[in-house]
């Protein structure tokens, strides 16, 4: 017997509910340190640099395909199969990755990709999610 795929619906807390807010109001917030501007992704109640304050700032939401996946079995509802999860590393900061949906035919997608995320959908949950385009093909 196999079971309807569940709804995955975020959980935000203190340390998250900015960047979701900034998905609400369609801006790519990211977790920063105060004391020495590097980007910390995923959100954090402190700095994993000094252990000191954190802020959220707007990020260009661009970036470059490191790796990604095809995904075609039912895992979550309201995703048409198949799809492309990619993780993105983005060009604020070297390593500063992001796992996220690339829409995008899946068989177009490659690593090395250029893309950025103006994307924000609402998933089955009405949650927020942001998904990145290809803005040009990758280098052969």
């Known amino acids: 017997m196999s079971a309807e795929p569940q709804v995955c619906v975020p959980a935000p807390d203190p340390d998250t509910r900015p960047f979701w807010d900034g998905l609400t109001e ?11 501007a590097r980007w910390i992704h995923q959100p954090l109640g402190g700095s994993r640099y000094t252990g000191g304050p954190v802020r ?3 990020m260009s939401g661009a970036g470059t395909v490191l790796s990604f996946i095809v995904v075609r079995q039912a895992l979550t509802q309201g995703r048409t199969l198949p799809y492309v999860t990619a993780l993105i590393e983005l060009d604020e900061q070297p390593c500063l990755r992001n796992n996220a949906i690339v829409d995008a035919d899946p068989d177009t997608v490659r690593i090395g990709q250029r893309v950025t995320v103006p994307v924000v959908e609402p998933v089955a949950s009405g949650f927020p999610i942001a998904e990145f385009v290809v803005d040009e093909p990758a280098a052969n």
């Open 56 to 58: 959220f700032d707007e």
């Open 26 to 36: 369609e801006r790519l917030l990211i977790c920063r340190c105060t004391d020495t």
